[in-house]
């Protein structure tokens, strides 16, 4: 559903993605850890077509998001890093937007707009604008957007950052349910997303891949148990790159 | 069709939030002031709008103009709602195309909203109605070529404020440039062909031919021209940004 062919992304002498690769299946949710900086939003940006490689290939269902564009985009959701929305708008406003914009009209466009509404409880601020809502039903809001055309494929940048602990733990459920049929790439910086909601994750640290496995196996590699310690070993710290 | 949904939102989002109602009351009293006052409407008792109306029109457009255009890109640029854009099925041209006609249709409203004067004149005395309806296309396309470098400018920043500045002071000159009391002090200075250079830069050898009620296929080229290369230079930036 997702596949990566050796992506690479270079900003002037900088090397933010250095010839990445993987697959993600249908069926699969694949977290994607690795700490600041590592290349994993600009990694996400490509595959969604926002940025263009400099060098290298990403496939959605099959189609390159570099030949043909404009298909790939339209069998994927994605929530970028914060969602960024239209504040002056209301959240109707905007799902209804963001389903014209993809093609959907009429009663196919309420439904879609209606349907993500009830998955991403939303119900209750349908009618507020945007600006005005808390940063756990903006992120929903963000949600939401990705879900109305029920894309193949999901790419969701740190959708779980800066809620509360009960938002986090529905959003896992949701991502978790999604998956079933779906292929889902998530961002996180949190490692019990690992266990909570992924099938497989991957490590990548200074836009390499440095571990990748199903959580039991990357509990296995870690020799203590312990994501945090095999994160810990895996990847460089900024403190010490700067030293 | 997506130009269409993105023009409807950008329209909407300006009538949704005080910007274009304040434009468009500034530019009211501003262009009935300056006709009344020094534009003597009443004591010249001339019922062509050249000189009392229109005449005014780019000295106003220049000013008021870049607040209508600033956010365009500018906006998308700081809050990232640009990366939702960036991924949703539509090609950059076709949201350029959007967004400027939004931005076009609020100062056509502005315009239109001049319609008492136009009732005035033909209540005390008979003018050249066709002279005046070429009047006004002429100041909907300086208006227009104003729009076009402001979103130019807006695509390179994402600060309204610079792009605010910079568009004004570009506008200015364009409005300098050709006007006779400064051409006149300029032909002191320089070279006659210096001179003609800086005149066609100017707007006004094009506004005011279509002043004076003349359809010259060489001003509405000029116009068209202007603009197509600014939304031309504006995709050129965004994608460029992005690389």
Redesign the interface.
């Known amino acids: 559903m997702i596949e990566v062919e050796n992506l690479t992304k270079q900003f002037g002498s900088k090397l933010a993605v250095d010839d990445l690769s993987f697959i993600v299946k249908k069926g699969e949710v694949l977290g994607f850890l690795g700490p600041n900086g590592a290349g994993k939003s600009t990694t996400m ?1 490509m595959i ?5 490689p400099t060098s290298g290939d990403a496939k959605v269902c099959g189609i390159s998001v570099i030949d043909n564009p ?2 790939a ?2 069998k ?1 959701g ?1 929530l ?3 969602a ?6 209301t959240v109707i ?1 905007f799902l209804k ?2 389903a ?4 959907l009209a009429g009663s196919d466009r309420n439904d879609a707009v209606e349907r993500a509404i009830e998955t991403c409880f939303l119900t209750s601020v349908a009618k507020q604008s945007i600006d005005t809502l808390s940063k756990g039903y903006r992120h929903r809001t963000g949600l939401a ?1 990705a879900l109305l055309h029920d894309p193949e494929v999901l790419i969701l940048d740190e959708p779980t950052d800066g809620l509360d602990p009960n938002q986090k733990y529905e959003v896992r459920q949701l991502i978790k349910r999604l998956g079933k049929d779906k292929a889902i790439l998530f961002s996180t910086h949190i490692l019990e997303e690992v266990d909570a909601a992924c099938t497989r994750a991957v490590i990548v640290d200074r836009g390499r891949i440095v571990a990748d496995g199903t959580p039991a196996e990357l509990h296995a590699q870690s020799g203590s148990g312990s994501l945090t310690d095999l994160f810990r070993s895996l990847t460089t710290r900024d403190t010490e790159e700067a030293a | 069709m997506s130009s269409l949904t993105i023009y409807k939102r950008e329209l909407t989002s300006y009538f949704a939030q005080p910007t274009a109602y304040a434009i468009i009351v500034i530019f009211l009293a501003l262009s009935m002031g300056l006709t009344f006052s020094f534009g003597s409407f009443m004591r010249v008792g001339d019922a062509s709008l050249e000189w009392t109306f229109f005449f005014w029109h780019p000295w106003i457009f220049m000013l008021l103009a870049p607040a209508v255009g600033m956010k365009l890109w500018a906006d998308e640029q700081r809050t990232g709602t640009i990366e939702l854009l960036g991924t949703f099925p539509v090609s950059t041209w076709s949201a350029i195309v959007g967004k400027f006609l939004a931005a076009a249709t609020v100062w056509l409203v502005a315009l239109l909203l001049t319609f008492p004067i136009v009732i005035t004149v033909n209540y005390l005395g008979d003018p050249d109605n066709g002279a005046i309806l070429a009047g006004y296309l002429g100041s909907f396309l300086v208006c227009c070529t104003f729009l076009a470098i402001t979103m130019l400018v807006s695509a390179c920043t994402r600060d309204q404020v610079v792009c605010l500045i910079v568009s004004v002071a570009i506008c200015v000159t364009m409005v300098l440039c050709g006007y006779d009391d400064f051409t006149r002090e300029l032909a002191k200075a320089t070279s006659p062909t210096a001179v003609e250079a800086i005149i066609s830069f100017g707007v006004w050898d094009h506004f005011r031919s279509l002043n004076r009620g003349l359809f010259r296929m060489q001003d509405l080229v000029w116009f068209a021209s202007f603009i197509f290369v600014c939304l031309l230079g504006t995709s050129a930036i965004l994608s460029a940004k992005r690389a």
């Open positions: 940006r969604t077509g926002f940025l263009p404009m298909a985009k339209t994927v994605y970028p890093e914060s960024p929305l239209y504040l002056d708008m406003g937007f963001c014209s914009i993809r093609g957007q």
